[in-house]
């Protein structure tokens, strides 16, 4: 029902995300040496042939710095081509408490908002850009949510083909407090996930709804609950459930590429690429606006 929706929607708008290679390439360059702090890791397991993908920032919960929204685009890129099957997307192995991604780093995002609202609308391309290259990967992709996704962060979360949540797991759509709609692809991967009702009362609800496993599996949002003891990598839950939840073993992984490739450009695509178009044009309607100001100078100031 959700993707005919979206077949619908498609046969409305035929444009395709709009975005030019050199502009990306320019923003990454931009926001890498401007606010360079924190990395987006990746690993290659050759056994598994799932690959990891980590959001490492612990002292601010793994919120996302310029360089790091540069990097999760690279390391995204450099996947294109690995003849693997799999990928998590998980948060950086941090101390207590857990964090999956709080969001855009509040200090990148205000120095972007700074700068006018050009820059805001680089940085929302840059990321859709990211979100576009993870989905048409050829590889099955599970975000393992361990402690808080917010913001961005959840917005990260609706990137993968699959979510599983850890007993510690929650996602947080905060953003209508932040005074900002999505603007990382979250709301055109809301909509596929949990359709029209759903997205709705999540965005409005901003943080009055935090999704817990429970919630979140009630929701049709979580895929599987695990639990994570100290001293697990919660990335190989992700693994664990990729292999015996969704990928086949027994079959070629070539062939298997083929299926995640042909799934990731039929039917819902060149609608996503149309709805993030409309879903950065409403962001830069409200990027840099009152309320954004004061509730990133309110975090800022604490
Ligand atoms: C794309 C649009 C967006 O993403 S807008 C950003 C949306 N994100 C947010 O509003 C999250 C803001 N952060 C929070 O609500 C809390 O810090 C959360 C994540 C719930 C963690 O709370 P708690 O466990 O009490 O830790 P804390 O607040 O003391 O934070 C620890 C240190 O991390 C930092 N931190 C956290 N989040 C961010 C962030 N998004 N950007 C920059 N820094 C962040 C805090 O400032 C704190 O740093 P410090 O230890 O005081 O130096």
Known sequence: MQGRDLLGMCALRSRSLSVDAASILKTKEDLRSKYP?????????????????????????????????????????????WKG?????????????????????????????????????????????????????????????????????????????????????????????????????????????LGRRKTLKLLLAGPKISLRCDDAESWGYSDATVSVSPGDDPAEKGKEFL?????????DSGVGRAVKKMV?????EPCISNSLDKEREVFGEVWGGPVQQAAFAQFLKR
């Not at 292999?243 to 079959?251: M, R, T, Y």
Request: charged content about 15%; overall charge negative; some cysteine.
């Open 264 to 268: 990731a450009s039929v039917a819902v």
């Open 85 to 193: 099957r799999g990928l998590v997307l998980c948060g950086g192995i941090s101390p207590s408490p857990a964090s999956f991604c709080s969001g855009g780093d509040l200090k990148t995002m205000s120095g972007i908002m700074s700068e006018g609202p050009s820059a805001g609308m680089a940085m929302c391309a840059l990321m859709q850009d990211s979100m576009v290259k993870l989905r048409a990967l050829p590889l099955v992709s599970v975000a393992v949510i361990h402690g808080t996704a917010i913001g961005g962060g959840a917005e990260l979360t609706t990137w993968c083909d699959y979510r599983v949540f850890t007993t510690e797991g929650s996602v947080s759509f905060v953003q209508i407090k932040m005074g900002l709609t999505t603007g990382w692809g979250g709301g055109s991967g809301l909509m596929e996930i």
């Open 37 to 81: 702090v924190g990395s987006v890791d990746l690993e290659l397991d050759s056994k598994s042939e799932i690959a990891v993908i980590r959001l490492c920032h612990p002292a601010r919960r793994n919120a996302l710095s310029g360089k790091m929204m540069a990097e999760l685009n690279d390391r995204i890129t450099e996947l294109k081509n």
């Open 243 to 251: 292999l015996n939840s969704v990928l086949n073993s027994e079959l």
